[in-house]
């Protein structure tokens, strides 16, 4: 059978996406913020400005009898100077809760950046599409996710049937961290651990995981303040020992102030703080964390701890100390907080597992690994007679 001409043109609102906090009007369409103008505008930092960008959990959603569909959009693509490069970014189709195809965008804007001065390097790219046909005839709901892990600007949706923003809405979760949860050494953006917890619960996911930038940053807890949410869950440490951010004394004020905060929106809802999964090189040795030079020296990224653990006299953070630290602070909350909750992150990703499936650059799990913790989150989080259960209809 010949595909149909994609003889209809929608443009990319709102109202097509999920997961979206904020959409800013550019000359080529609209990019997709997670982060919204007055919280960007108070951290002049290069590396949250990027990774807020990148649309990890974003997904266009809607109805429609159309059996081609393609998305016009502009990616940006970062990189770094000496080091391997990366994967291309991937949308993933899903049609009916099943995942149909994937593909990536052929040509993209691509930045270049040198490690050791900053500096960046443009090389300038075009709008290019996405396109996928042989879907099931029939009115069907569609899911488009965005790439995890490079910038877009989406221009339009192009298809050979109308389509309709999707009426499905199931409840909310609202998840922050790190590098981890936005899905960093994941190959697809469904397959990001908070997109397999998210499916496998059955909410929408909001997901403000931010590479090297889950740093307890008060903007960041407005914002999570200022989010509709049924649930929310917070993913604390890596960043702030690997990005060697505060010392103990700070460390305790910090969570407080950031989980007031949020409290301030969100009296009565679920609340998880969730401490750090594995992570051998920075276990007991403080940060800061850098790039592995003899590795890239041969074709490879890893990274490595430069701290001294004898540093943790003076207050430096680890892992180990955060987690202890972590799991005091919610017991002392929750007598006055019975929606706040803890879970450990060495029963998503301990030292069994790190024996089977190592992180393979020292910081990132793998995409078997997202998986596993993805699975593991919703046994713990979402699944019936779990803590955090959601009431089901």
Known sequence: MTDRPLQHT???????LRGAPELEQTPTGVRVH?????ARAQAADPQLAMVEAQPSGVRLAFTTDATSIELRALATRFGFRGAPARPLGVFDLVVDGRRAGHASLAAATVVTIDMATGAREVEQGGVD???????PDGEKTVELWLPHNETVELVELRTDAPVRPSPERRPVWLHHGSSISQGSNAVRPTDIWPAVAASLGGVDLVNL???????????TARAMRDTSADLISLKIGINLVNADLMRLRAFGPA????LDTVRDGHPDTPLLLVSPIL?????DTPGPGAFDADALAEGQLRFRATGDPAERAAGKLTLTVIREHLARIVAERAADDPNLHH???????GPADADELPLPDRLHPDAATHRRIGERFAALVFAEGAPLALPRD
């Not at 997670?34 to 007055?38: M, S, V």
């Open 10 to 16: 929608t443009p990319v609102t709102a109202d097509l």
């Open 255 to 258: 969570v407080h102030g950031f």
């Open 129 to 135: 599409g996405v396109r996928f046909d042989g879907l």
């Open 279 to 283: 992570c051998p090189i920075h276990e």
């Open 343 to 349: 879970l450990d992150g060495l029963e998503l990703y």
């Open 209 to 219: 995981g931010f590479g090297g930038s889950a740093l307890l940053d008060p903007f």
């Open 34 to 38: 997670r982060l919204p103008a007055w």
